[in-house]
């Protein structure tokens, strides 16, 4: 009884797989032709100067990226030892110091608006 049981079990696992496999093969739409079509002329290769080029622009990007988070990390800090927060100091009361000086930094760019 068991190996028959067991022998089921492993027949309809095998199905199932056999199904969620072939089922997205099946739900393909009617623009999937045309898509095809267009693809071969995207898929193109690339030369080595076109990779060169595109590897240059995506760095400078991320350099731009880079270069704008940290001007506004530096500005935010500047906001906020300007409303009294010092940064080197060790202090035990870390958070609450921080959270007085983004308290008073919103309220003096509330007042200046």
Same mark, same amino acid.
């Given at each position: 009884?068991? &190996?028959?049981?067991?022998?089921?079990?492993?027949?309809?696992?095998?199905?199932?797989?056999?199904?969620?496999?072939?089922? @997205? &093969?099946?739900?393909?739409? !009617?623009? %999937? @032709?045309?898509?095809?079509?267009?693809?071969?002329?995207? &898929?193109? @290769?690339?030369?080595?100067?076109?990779? %060169?080029?595109?590897?240059?622009?995506?760095? %400078?990007?991320?350099?731009?990226?880079?270069?704008?988070?940290?001007?506004?990390?530096?500005?935010?800090?500047?906001?906020?030892?300007? !409303?009294?927060?010092?940064?080197?100091?060790?202090?035990?009361?870390?958070?609450?110091?921080?959270?007085?000086?983004?308290?008073? !930094?919103?309220?003096? %760019?509330?007042? &200046?608006?």
């Amino acid at each position: 009884m068991r &190996s028959t049981t067991s022998k089921l079990t492993l027949a309809a696992a095998v199905a199932a797989f056999a199904l969620g496999v072939a089922a @997205p &093969s099946f739900a393909q739409d !009617a623009s %999937a @032709p045309a898509a095809t079509q267009a693809a071969p002329a995207a &898929s193109a @290769p690339l030369t080595k100067e076109q990779k %060169a080029q595109k590897r240059k622009e995506a760095r %400078a990007q991320h350099k731009a990226e880079r270069k704008a988070a940290r001007a506004k990390n530096n500005a935010e800090l500047k906001k906020l030892e300007d !409303a009294g927060y010092k940064p080197a100091n060790n202090d035990p009361n870390y958070p609450q110091n921080i959270q007085d000086a983004q308290k008073k !930094a919103a309220a003096a %760019a509330g007042a &200046s608006q």
